[in-house]
């Protein structure tokens, strides 16, 4: 038997190897497809946003402004810091990414900046069911924040 | 009075106008604007499905999976076909788009594909939340064919 014990052992770790393999790249891919989903990420916010934002401010539409809240808070829920990794401060997805450095130095912060999104995106997608136009103005209003105290801090102007 | 008639009409009418205008642009931003907009939902539905494909094929991430699917939801429940409007059947939003021509002349049929990816989309979504694995994977092989029909049909290779 113990020829066949060799090639089994090296087949056992060549196959743990290529699993080990295909695991690590299917939880590390490359940096410039990872800043590629971010940057998409921020346009898919930015659609629904406008679509929110066209309605408090012109003829409100209950269930578009479902629709959209619903999925900003969906993404804001999807656990948005996997798409910060190590190795992603610098680097080009769609066009160079625009992070400051500060997002991966001061995590405590950038942490609770993410918390603030994810209560008011979560809040807006709760008064956007009421159909309450008032209430998600002022919903919405409180989200804007949210973006614009990230972006301050953490993006850098184009 | 009658001379304050016609600055007043004017003021009115610049107003009206401006106002006008102002819907309009929501209503309809630019094309190449649009095609970025739905190249960027695409980005983050391929991010999505691949964390899903992470737990279906390795080790099984509960909260992972329900975060993944409820983003592919809630964005394919959020009126995508808003993103095709007249005038993008061609153009650049982050590159060339490669949509093609028939998801504006067939209709029904894009419209049947979207509508299949919503009812899988909200099966996997249904699914994720009772931790099922077996059953996710199902669903998302499922979900996955409603993806490769249509860019079968209606997206062209890279």
């Keep these: 038997m113990k020829k066949f014990v060799k090639p089994l052992l090296a087949a056992l770790i060549v196959t743990t190897t290529a699993a080990a393999s295909m695991a690590f790249a299917?939880?590390?891919?490359k940096p410039e497809q990872v800043i590629k989903w971010r940057q998409s990420v921020y346009q898919v916010l930015a659609w629904n946003n406008g679509r929110i934002k066209a309605s408090v401010d012109g003829t409100y539409?209950?269930?578009?402004?479902?629709?959209?809240?619903n999925a900003i808070a969906a993404i804001a829920n999807s656990g948005l810091g996997a798409l910060y990794p190590a190795g992603t401060e610098t680097g080009k997805g769609w066009r160079e990414t625009t992070v400051k450095p500060e997002l991966f130095t001061e995590q405590a912060k950038a942490g609770e900046a993410?918390?603030?999104?994810?209560?008011?995106?979560?809040e807006l997608a709760k008064v956007a069911a009421t159909g309450d136009a008032g209430a998600v103005k002022v919903a919405f209003g409180k989200l804007g924040q949210t973006c614009k105290g990230c972006h301050d801090d953490f993006r850098k102007k184009d």
């Design 26 to 29: 299917q939880q590390a891919p």
């Design 61 to 69: 539409n209950k269930d578009e402004v479902i629709r959209a809240a």
């Design 114 to 122: 993410a918390r603030k999104f994810i209560t008011e995106a979560n």
